[in-house]
């Protein structure tokens, strides 16, 4: 037994997910992996901190944007070279702005891009 939602896998007798109630189901529907080239990306925000990527990574996976941020594994190895780059897809990128607008990442360099 699956969730839909959470895709956690569960025993047989469990009827509903217990972290977010949906009803669980035999199999999990396939997901559709094809790419659509038009899908646009915008830059949100720049920061050199790996702790602010992390959390703001778990913020926008917690609400299903889709994102990637552009180099944020040469901040493992120099972090002080270039900032890591938020990228959303240009749709979600107001949801995004808004979610991460009262997060104080004032402790790092960064710049919010309107």
Avoid: W
Wanted: glycine letters at 4%; proline letters at 4%; a negative charge.
């Amino acid at each position: 037994m699956f969730c839909p939602n959470c895709k956690t896998e569960y025993r047989e007798g469990f009827t509903k997910c217990s972290d977010c109630g949906a009803d669980l189901v035999e199999k999990l529907p396939e997901e559709n992996h094809e790419i659509d080239s038009d899908i646009r990306f915008v830059e949100i925000l720049r920061t050199l901190n790996l702790v602010d990527i992390a959390f703001i990574k778990s913020i926008l996976d917690s609400e299903g944007i889709h994102y990637f941020i552009s180099g944020d594994i040469i901040q493992n190895i120099n972090p002080i070279v270039d900032p890591a780059i938020l990228m959303v897809v240009e749709d979600e990128a107001d949801k995004a702005r808004e979610l991460l607008k009262d997060v104080n990442l004032s402790y790092t360099r960064f710049n919010f891009k309107k």
